[in-house]
């Protein structure tokens, strides 16, 4: 069984656009995040929520929503899309932040 | 501002010839150092977390090690398969955060 997956694998896209990621884990961790691949394989935090409550949040554009519906679940909904969107997101859970992150295979998002 | 290095950013080696991987930190409080890897197309991997200076962890032919400054991730005797992007992340004390270095891009010929 996938610890961590999400949904779509691949997501092509119109400017203006709004959509959604959905992750879900089934390894019972409490803590959840949403990170940012670049073009240039940087990857960078964009949310936490640690038992359906958000704990990270970092300077992230307010089109980007993270919502979840409970502890196995976090999605990720984004408003109007632009250009600069397109990226792969990695959603990955732990038990606990100090602890080791899985991460999920990503959505290859690429706005047109 | 807290910030993580990874050097080379791009590392070619012949089978069989070791190297090290080398990953610097800027970081008030360290809480931890991770190591994962990532092949193309895959969620990152993975592989050591070091807590404290002086401290080393080993897998396969994979070893970590860790000073007040910096990680090295040395490699002994690769393989073909262990070409991957390597990446280096710190965890600052707000909250858990993960600070990601670069990467470092091995690829290991025959």
């Known amino acids: 069984d996938t610890a961590v997956s999400q949904t779509p694998k691949y997501l092509v896209t119109q400017m203006g656009n709004d959509k959604s990621i959905k992750c879900e884990q089934n390894?019972?961790?409490?803590?959840m995040y949403w990170y940012k691949q670049d073009s240039k394989k940087f990857l960078k935090i964009m949310f936490s929520?640690?038992?359906?409550?958000?704990?990270i949040n970092e300077t992230v554009p307010n089109r980007f929503s993270p919502k979840s519906p409970d502890k196995a679940h976090l999605n990720l909904h984004i408003n109007s899309l632009e250009l600069g969107d397109s990226a792969v997101y990695f959603c990955?859970?732990?038990?606990?932040?100090?602890?080791?992150?899985?991460f999920g295979p990503g959505t290859r998002l690429t706005v047109l | 501002e807290d910030q993580v290095t990874q050097s080379p950013e791009a590392l070619r080696l012949q089978e069989g010839e070791s190297s090290s991987l080398n990953c610097s930190y800027t970081?008030?409080?360290?809480?931890?150092l991770f190591w994962y890897r990532q092949d193309p197309g895959k969620g990152p991997e993975f592989l050591f977390t070091?807590?404290?200076a002086g401290e080393e962890k080993e897998k396969e032919r994979l070893k970590a090690t860790l000073t007040k400054k910096e990680s090295f991730l040395h490699i002994t005797a690769p393989k073909p398969e262990d070409s991957a992007t390597y990446l280096c992340?710190?965890?600052?004390?707000?909250?858990?955060?993960?600070?990601f270095g670069q990467g470092t891009e091995l690829s290991v010929k025959p």
């Open positions: 970081v008030s409080g360290l809480r931890g």
């Open positions: 070091l807590y404290s």
């Open positions: 990955a859970s732990s038990q606990d932040p100090s602890l080791r992150q899985f």
């Open positions: 929520y640690n038992n359906k409550e958000l704990i």
């Open positions: 992340a710190v965890l600052t004390p707000e909250g858990g955060k993960l600070i």
């Open positions: 390894l019972g961790h409490d803590t």
